[in-house]
């Protein structure tokens, strides 16, 4: 009970730590009730009734919740959880086995040592004067026990009611608790060898496709090596997967603790700032290389940088066998091909032929990552820029003269996506001038006809076009040429003309009427 008043506790994510709050909480619970009766102090009854009544101290199995609390916590915490909790599983077999055989024994002094051959035999039998020791009593009370749980059934039948009551429910028992216990047994054996079984059948699909498709015999063999080397150098997990359930925070702080040395090791990233280097520790891809396989050859296009783990790599010839300098554990290599640096004699392209002499472990930081890191520190983009040309300079593989550098492609298709902007926009400004002007010479036209019908002209086509324009829906305004305008002036004064014959004949008409009447 001290040990539970000073037990801290997570309030709101926060460890709580004061005293009196503790005390408060744990005398308000309910394990502090099953405390005090399991403090009861029965044993001085043994003063009374004699030790021959351990029935007395049953109080003390409340705190059994401590032994379930403890092997919760520890399996939290462990490294080999399966294994522990086999071993948790083998002590709950022994504990319920050790209860049953006290149980039976004080079952049989209710009845009767030797009363029959059922319960314990007497304990003054002079033919067996072991059975009155108490190592006796214990271990026969524990083999009937355990023969009675395990179902085996090699013991005395019962001869009274009681002692059938009493077996039946320890084979109900036996058949429950122990068909649960070992069906959890088999389960946690077969996680233990989940992460082999699912390798394993990878092998075997790949073995399967190799045979089908009727692969070479040595690369077969090197295929089937290289799945050996990651089992046994625990290599077989994909580091992506086993993390893909932590947050970022906790990814990234795992990430820094195993990949950020190698990282640094690195020159053109010594200085970069901290959160550029996470991202990039992030983006770390391990890769491994089987004895004789090419990283990369000369005149290939560099997508990505190396960085050597583990193993041993050679800088070899164009005939893959002289070797020029070896890179061990540490050493990396092309990180000026992903930065693209302008003036450089290679390009992007690879300088050298890397091989592979043994098993090598490396990481791989690819062009793509490096520049998406880049877009949020432009001034780390512009300083490793420096360093790489640096790098050039002194190695002699960069362009001095601006005449002979040579514009990249990229950024020759930015220039050009940016003259296709700048003319989609022209273009689109052009277009809302032309409506502008447009819709001017429409109200200007429409304007002259409201002063031609108010002088008292008619422009019959006008009209026309008018009304068609009406019907369809649709305004033609467009530049008119000399010729057209022409005829429209001949077309207006021939309009003129019959106006004036029309109306000279109405008055006429008009004036010999009057003559008639």
């Not at 730590?17 to 005398?27: P, S």
């Not at 902007?421 to 447009?438: A, N, P, Y």
Request: aromatic share 10%; proline share 3%.
């Amino acid at each position: 009970m001290a040990f539970r008043t000073r037990t801290g506790f997570l309030e709101q994510g926060l460890l709580v730590k004061d005293e009196q709050r503790l005390k408060d909480r744990y005398f308000t619970s309910f394990q502090f009730r099953l405390d005090v009766v399991s403090m009861v102090p029965t044993d001085v009854l043994y003063l009374y009734y004699g030790l021959e009544y351990p029935e007395i101290r049953l109080n003390k199995l409340l705190r059994i919740g401590r032994m379930l609390e403890f092997f919760t916590k520890t399996e939290a915490k462990t490294n080999y959880p399966n294994i522990f909790r086999i071993a948790n599983l083998i002590l709950y077999i022994i504990i319920i086995i050790h209860w049953n055989a006290c149980f039976f024994f004080s079952f049989s002094k209710s009845i009767g040592f030797g009363a029959d051959a059922w319960v314990y035999p007497a304990l003054d039998d002079p033919e067996n004067p072991d059975f009155g020791l108490p190592m006796r009593m214990y271990s026969f009370s524990l083999y009937w026990s355990t023969m009675t749980l395990t179902t085996v059934g090699e013991t005395p039948p019962p001869a009274l009611d009681s002692e059938f009551i009493f077996h039946v429910v320890d084979f109900l028992v036996g058949v429950l608790i122990f068909a649960t216990i070992v069906g959890n047994i088999a389960t946690m054996i077969s996680n233990m060898n989940a992460a082999q079984a699912q390798f394993q059948s990878r092998i075997d699909n790949i073995k399967q496709y190799m045979q089908v498709r009727k692969v070479d015999k040595d690369l077969e063999d090197r295929v089937i090596k290289w799945f050996d080397y990651l089992w046994n150098n625990g290599r077989a997990q994909n580091e992506r997967q086993v993390l893909r359930y932590l947050p970022d925070k906790l990814k990234a702080e795992l990430a820094i603790q195993v990949h950020m040395e190698t990282l640094k090791k690195v020159r053109i990233f010594a200085d970069c700032e901290a959160g550029l280097l996470i991202e990039l520790v992030l983006k770390l891809q391990p890769q491994i290389f089987s004895p004789g396989d090419y990283i990369c050859k000369k005149g290939d296009i560099g997508r990505e940088m190396y960085i050597v783990k583990e193993g041993q790599l050679a800088v070899v010839a164009d005939d893959g066998i002289k070797q020029f300098v070896v890179l061990v554990s540490g050493s990396y290599f092309g990180e000026i091909s992903i930065l693209s640096i302008k003036g450089s004699k290679a390009g992007n392209r690879r300088t050298a032929n890397i091989r592979s002499i043994g098993y090598s472990d490396l990481f791989a930081l690819s062009k793509d990552d490096l520049m998406e890191s880049l877009k949020e520190y432009p001034e780390a983009k512009t300083m490793l820029e420096d360093k790489g040309r640096e790098i050039l300079m002194k190695d002699g593989l960069i362009e001095l003269d601006p005449d002979k550098i040579k514009p990249e492609t990229k950024d020759l298709e930015e220039k050009v996506n940016r003259l296709y902007s700048i003319m989609d926009l022209m273009e689109m400004k052009l277009k809302k001038v032309l409506v502008k002007h447009k819709s001017a010479d429409a109200a200007l036209k429409q304007h002259i006809r409201q002063l031609e019908i108010l002088s008292g002209e008619e422009v019959e086509e006008e009209e026309e076009d008018e009304q068609g324009e009406k019907k369809g829906g649709e305004v033609v305004v467009g530049e008119e040429t000399k010729e057209e305008k022409v005829e429209a002036e001949e077309k207006k004064e021939e309009a003129g003309d019959k106006d004036g014959g029309t109306e000279e004949g109405e008055e006429g008409k008009t004036g010999e009427e009057k003559k008639g009447e």
